[in-house]
C-alpha cells in the first residue's frame, strides 16, 4: 500500500512563491500569497520569505525561470533553515521534481498543503474517507515525480505482469485504492442521506461561506450549543447539524465546510457528500467576513461554487460578519460621529440593493445585532414552512 507522509510539520520554516500571469495583477498575487501564509500557518509552518514573479505562464519543466529559482536557491543557501518551498498554484509531478533538484529542499504546491490541513482535520469516518480518496487522486497523475524508484523494471512475480514497471503497478495499485475508497464512501453517503431523510418535515438551514468567516461562531450562538472554531483556516470539515427553536418555531442549523479559491477539484469532488447539506437545504445563511480587504470576491468565490451544486437559487439571508473589525479598519480615529453613520448607512443600503433586503449585519464575537438575525431566519423559516406545509399553523406562530 502506498502510503504519503504529512507535507507539514510543526515548525517547519517555508517560502512562498507565486506567480503573476497575464490574466492577474500584482495586488491580486499579493493577497493570494497572504492566503497562502495562513494556510501554511494553520498547517504549522513559519513563513519566511515570499517570492513572485511575472510570466506570461509557468514554465512546463521547472514552473519558474531559471534566474527565479537561482535567486531562491541563494537565499535557501544564505538562511541555512528552510526546509520546503510552497508553490501557489498546481505543480506537475515533473515540475515538483525538477525543482527539488534544483533547490535541494521539499517542493509542495497549494492542494498538497490543503490536503495536507484537511488530513489533519478530519475526525469521522467519512471525513477521513473523503481526504484519502483526494489524496490518492493528487497523487495518481505526479506518481512519476513523487517516486524516485519507478523507472526500474518488475519482474514478473505474483500480480505484476512481465515487464511491467514499477510506475504502472503504482498506478494500478492507486486507482485500485481510488475505486476501493468511492465504494466505501458511497456507502458512508447511504447512510448519511437516511439520517438526512429521518429528520423528517422540519425546514433546514445551513450556514456557508468562505473559510475563516466566524460560520461556527455563529453556529455556536445560534445554537446555543457548543462548535468547535478556532482562526485557522478549515477549522470544520465535518457538517455539524443542532435543532433550534426559535418562538416554538423548530428548524434544523447546520454548520459546513468553508469555501476558498483555488480548492482542489478533486477536493471538492470526494466532499461533495458534506456537501450534500447545502444542495438539501431549505435556506442558506451566507455568512461574509465584512472587514476582510477583498470580501467581495470571497462572496464571489461562494456564489460561483454555490452555482456549481445548484444551490444559487435558494433562498439566501447573507450575513455580513465582524462589523465591529470592520469599523476599526474603514474609520479614522479623527471622523466624526455623523460621518461614520453616513459611511455604514452607504454601506448598508448598497447590499439591502443587492440582496434584496435579504442580510444582516452582525459581529459574532461582541454579540451585536443577532437579534436582528436571529428575527430574519425566523422570519424567513415561517415562510418557508407556510409553503410547504399551509395548514401546519402551530410551526408559523
Not at 440582496?355 to 459581529?363: I, K, M, P, R, W
Request: neutral net charge.
Amino acid at each position: 500500500m502506498i502510503e504519503k507522509n504529512k507535507v507539514v510539520r510543526k515548525e517547519e520554516q517555508a517560502i512562498l512563491v507565486g506567480l503573476v500571469q497575464k490574466d492577474q495583477t500584482e495586488q491580486q498575487v499579493t493577497e493570494y500569497l497572504d492566503e497562502l501564509s495562513f494556510l501554511a500557518e494553520t498547517a504549522g509552518a513559519i513563513t519566511l520569505k515570499r517570492f513572485t514573479q511575472k510570466m506570461a505562464h509557468p514554465d512546463s519543466k521547472t514552473f519558474l525561470g531559471k534566474g527565479k529559482l537561482e535567486e531562491i536557491k541563494n537565499y535557501i543557501i544564505l538562511k541555512g533553515n528552510v526546509s520546503m518551498v510552497i508553490f501557489d498554484d498546481e505543480l506537475t509531478g515533473s515540475q515538483i521534481i525538477n525543482i527539488e533538484k534544483l533547490l535541494g529542499v521539499k517542493i509542495i504546491d497549494r492542494s498538497d498543503l490543503i490536503l495536507d490541513i484537511f488530513a489533519s482535520r478530519a475526525k469521522t469516518a467519512q471525513a477521513k474517507t473523503q481526504v484519502e480518496l483526494a489524496q490518492y487522486q493528487y497523487i495518481l497523475p505526479r506518481l512519476k515525480g513523487m517516486w524516485k524508484h519507478l523507472e526500474r523494471q518488475g519482474g514478473g512475480v505474483g500480480t505484476r505482469g512481465p515487464g511491467e514497471t514499477e510506475i504502472e503497478t503504482d498506478r494500478r495499485i492507486v486507482k485500485d485504492k481510488i475505486a476501493l475508497l468511492r465504494k466505501r464512501l458511497a456507502e458512508i453517503d447511504k447512510q448519511a442521506f437516511t439520517q438526512r431523510k429521518e429528520r423528517g418535515e422540519f425546514i433546514r438551514v445551513s450556514l456557508v461561506g468562505y473559510t475563516n468567516v466566524g460560520k461556527s461562531t455563529l453556529m455556536t450562538l445560534l445554537s446555543k450549543s457548543e462548535v468547535f472554531a478556532e482562526n485557522k483556516l478549515f477549522a470544520t470539515l465535518d457538517t455539524t447539524t443542532r435543532k433550534v427553536v426559535f418562538e416554538q418555531t423548530p428548524f434544523l442549523l447546520s454548520d459546513t465546510v468553508g469555501f476558498i479559491r483555488k480548492l482542489p477539484h478533486h477536493l471538492v469532488e470526494s466532499f461533495k457528500s458534506t456537501l450534500d447539506e447545502v444542495r438539501e437545504a431549505d435556506v442558506l445563511l451566507h455568512v461574509v467576513d465584512i472587514s476582510h480587504p477583498r470580501y467581495e470576491e470571497q462572496l464571489a468565490v461562494v456564489n460561483k461554487t454555490l452555482a456549481a451544486l445548484g444551490s444559487a437559487e435558494k433562498p439566501t439571508i447573507t450575513v455580513f460578519n465582524k462589523m465591529d473589525q470592520y469599523e476599526k479598519i474603514a474609520f479614522d480615529e479623527w471622523l466624526d460621529n455623523e460621518v461614520k453613520q453616513d459611511i455604514l448607512r452607504e454601506l448598508k443600503e448598497r447590499w439591502m440593493n443587492e440582496t434584496q433586503g435579504n442580510c444582516v449585519f452582525v459581529s459574532a464575537t461582541e454579540r451585536t445585532n443577532l437579534d436582528a438575525l436571529r428575527q430574519t431566519i425566523l422570519n424567513k423559516v415561517r415562510e418557508m414552512y407556510q409553503v410547504r406545509y399551509p395548514y401546519r399553523a402551530e410551526y408559523f406562530y
